[in-house]
């Protein structure tokens, strides 16, 4: 499922993309996504003005004139798509298309349709079952590490499971919080109340970092996504710990363990990130680095190759006219 950098970057290149055109028209292909498309939609977007592109957690907020707008989540394969002109050949799994009245068309397309289409009043955005239990955003709001502190008082859950509760931050997901932790010398497997000040203040200062890299460098690709310019997000190629277990650790030489928490992987150094590390150190950075590959995945957990949950790490595309 994309994370926070992925979707940002869709939210980035929307808002050069689509803001001030005008809808002209609306379609949608019948089909439910994660819940049904409401038939009224195509009808409430015709002759509605785009006037900008938010983002929280991993949701698009699409804002429309006259106190509208169009909530929207990726899920696992969704990804929308921008076109100067109508395209030649038709995708097969394009679930709405709009289009404006200067002739250019936004189309979302989502072949394992767990995406989410859902047209608000804008006014009520904060109330809406998808948004209304969401934590701060990491990026629009850095956490410091007194909240931090103060909102794992007598938490029992593991610091990764901690990091991943969208009630408590909205955008992070399993990739990111694996890096988070092992660039903080955090144990993911240490209760979250039991942190101290001086390890909060590592995860406050490599939740920025992490994400805000991420960012700059357009996501991770393990499989689909890819940027405007056809090319994969660079992140994989930073990765010090995720999906590498068993190779060596780029800071100590020690092999990448791998553990389930909460049914999913986790990745960390024993020994940078155990007994015998330094709590808050940041870890020296990697000589070289190189793409992380999707081999050490379980056949069964979302994100492998071979699974029917595989991650796809679609997003935005610019589709170039012949």
């Avoid at 930073?238 to 020690?254: I, K, Q, W």
């Avoid at 007994?275 to 492998?304: D, F, I, M």
Wanted: proline share 9%; net charge positive; with cysteine.
């Amino acid at each position: 499922m994309p994370e926070l950098p992925e979707v940002e970057t869709v939210r980035r290149l929307l808002e050069s993309s689509v803001v001030g055109r005008v809808v002209r028209s609306a379609s949608l292909s019948g089909l439910a996504l994660r819940e049904p498309v409401a038939r009224s939609l195509p009808r409430r977007l015709a002759g509605r003005r785009i006037a900008r592109v938010r983002r929280h957690g991993k949701y698009l907020l699409i804002d429309l004139d006259s106190d509208l707008t169009l909530l929207s989540h990726l899920g696992m394969s969704g990804k929308w798509t921008f076109h100067t002109a109508p395209p030649a050949a038709e995708p097969k799994h394009v679930h709405a298309r709009v289009a404006f009245e200067d002739g250019a068309a936004l189309w979302f397309e989502d072949p394992r349709r767990f995406g989410l289409l859902r047209l608000v009043p804008t006014a009520r955005l904060a109330r809406d079952p998808a948004l209304r239990d969401l934590g701060p955003d990491p990026i629009a709001a850095p956490p410091a590490p007194e909240g931090l502190l103060e909102l794992a008082r007598g938490a029992r859950v593991s610091i990764k499971n901690f990091l991943l509760d969208q009630r408590r931050l909205a955008g992070i997901g399993n990739i990111y919080a694996s890096e988070i932790l092992f660039r903080a010398n955090v144990d993911p497997r240490r209760a979250a109340g039991w942190l101290r000040e001086p390890e909060w203040r590592a995860v406050a200062r490599e939740i920025a970092s992490v994400l805000g890299e991420s960012i700059r460098r357009m996501g991770t690709t393990f499989s689909m996504y890819r940027n405007p310019r056809g090319e994969p997000g660079a992140f994989a190629e930073e990765l010090r710990v995720y999906d590498r277990a068993g190779e060596p650790c780029r800071t100590c030489g020690t092999p990448i363990r791998r553990i389930v928490q909460g049914q999913r992987s986790t990745f960390f150094c024993p020994r940078c990130q155990g007994p015998g590390g330094r709590p808050g150190a940041r870890p020296a950075a990697p000589a070289a680095t190189r793409p992380a590959s999707g081999r050490n995945r379980p056949r069964n957990e979302p994100g492998s190759g071979n699974s029917r949950h595989a991650r796809s790490r679609k997003g935005f595309r610019r589709v170039r006219q012949p």
